[in-house]
């Protein structure tokens, strides 16, 4: 993913709050620094406990996203990503899906 953020100006999120857009970004920013270090049991550790951690997070801030948002946002990251960062993207996504 660029370090530029250029996705989150990208003219077809124009609708979505720029503060759901911000906490994306921070979670993006703390999610690739997990998956840099350690092997692959450790990494997935440490996933899961921010994953748990990031869904407070978004409880006690009241960020919230529509099903149409999340394909919305997942269509233009994917514009500016890696196929490693799509992959890694799909595998969030798969998380929170089956919840």
Do not use: C
Not at 25 to 48: E, V
Not at 53 to 80: R, W
Request: aromatic share 10%.
């Amino acid at each position: 993913m660029e370090s530029n953020n250029q996705w989150m100006n990208d003219p077809e999120l124009q609708k979505i709050d720029r503060a759901k857009l911000d906490f994306l970004d921070k979670m993006f920013l703390q999610g690739t620094a997990i998956n840099k270090d350690g092997n692959q049991a450790d990494t997935q550790k440490k996933m899961m406990a921010f994953l748990m951690s990031l869904n407070k997070l978004s409880k006690d801030n009241n960020i919230t996203f529509h099903p149409e948002e999340v394909e919305l946002i997942f269509s233009v990251l994917k514009k500016y990503s890696t196929p490693d960062d799509i992959a890694k993207m799909q595998k969030i996504s798969s998380f929170f899906r089956s919840r």
